[in-house]
């Protein structure tokens, strides 16, 4: 993360698009906003907001292990990009340096403990909650940098207080609810936290390592690491319908290759401001279709909450543009 700005961090559900790369063109500035939003690709990033909102609510109906989720989500990741940064990319990945590889590894073990923590809060708490604080993982960048000697601007602090007491607020809701659903919101916070030193270590990497590579290295690291942990805790693997496993394969699509890969297309264009304040959407999306799909509405007092958050993470986005 030491070359990320706090725009820049993507929240939720924030593994690295695993897509090609798109052609290069022109992008602004970090932080700057177009003066001109291509619509073809405002529409893009309407398709990558669903996709991303689509994941809570598809893990939450998905009869199987969290964990195993998380596991063979990754691998149909690996599965699906390996061929092509293989047939692209070897003489890269050959190539690769000590220290980037150290680090795109190290980002894949963070990923899968954000996996490890955010999948199975999905279970203990609501979908509204459980996005709501992971998407907080620009308020850990933050203090991230800071500790590397980064000065945030003030909004930027004044973003991090607001969001700071809408989290104490929708915690403090969900303890009255049950001291399960206040574990699950830990392990959502320990998520954000998780893919805030992800995304750091991958912005550091991508600095010499294109995304395929980066992102074959990183995705097949994840896979490994919960593989260990799911036999290594017991967890069922296999066993479940051809309906649980559409379920997988379809969150694989929306969320990693349709969310994350069109979110990485669009911000060549759009800015990393743009799109980053647009994927804050994802609350809001999630908790919506965990409503219509799934019949789940969280305790009305967790709205003001999660608005809160809402309005904190802008702030910051908003600072960090200056």
């Known amino acids: ?32 906003v177009p003066q001109h939003l291509p619509k073809a690709d405002l529409l893009l990033l309407a398709v990558s907001i669903a996709g991303i909102s689509l994941s809570a609510p598809l893990i939450k109906a998905t009869a199987a292990p969290a964990l195993a989720i998380a596991c063979w989500r990754n691998f149909m990741s690996v599965g699906v990009l390996g061929p092509y940064a293989l047939l692209r990319h070897r003489a890269e990945l050959r190539g690769i340096g000590r220290r980037a590889l150290l680090l795109a590894v190290a980002a894949g073990v963070l990923l899968a403990v954000h996996f490890a923590l955010w999948m199975p809060s999905l279970r203990m708490t609501s979908v509204a909650s459980a996005t709501a604080l992971v998407t907080t993982t620009p308020l850990w960048t933050i203090l991230l940098m800071r500790l590397g000697g980064i000065r945030p601007p003030r909004l930027v602090w004044a973003g991090m207080c607001v969001a700071f007491a809408g989290v104490l607020v929708l915690t403090g809701v969900d303890l009255t609810l049950s001291p399960r659903a206040l574990v699950g919101d830990g392990l959502a916070l320990g998520a954000g936290l998780a893919a805030a030193g992800y995304m750091l270590l991958g912005a550091e990497v991508r600095r010499t390592v294109s995304t395929t590579a980066y992102t074959l290295i990183c995705y097949g690291t994840t896979s490994l690491v919960l593989l260990a942990l799911c036999l290594g805790s017991g967890v069922r693997m296999t066993g479940w319908s051809a309906g649980v496993w559409g379920q997988i394969a379809l969150l694989m699509v929306a969320a990693q290759l349709l969310g994350h890969s069109l979110s990485n297309r669009v911000v060549r264009t759009l800015g990393p401001s743009v799109t980053s304040t647009a994927i804050l959407l994802e609350t809001p999306g999630a908790a919506l279709i965990a409503a219509v799909w799934l019949g789940q509405l969280p305790p009305v007092a967790a709205y003001p909450a999660v608005a809160v958050i809402m309005l904190g993470l802008g702030l910051v986005l908003r600072g960090g543009r200056r």
């Open 1 to 32: 993360m030491p070359a990320a700005r706090p725009d820049t961090a993507v929240p939720a559900d924030h593994p690295v698009p695993a897509a090609a790369p798109a052609p290069a063109t022109t992008a602004p500035a970090a932080g700057a």
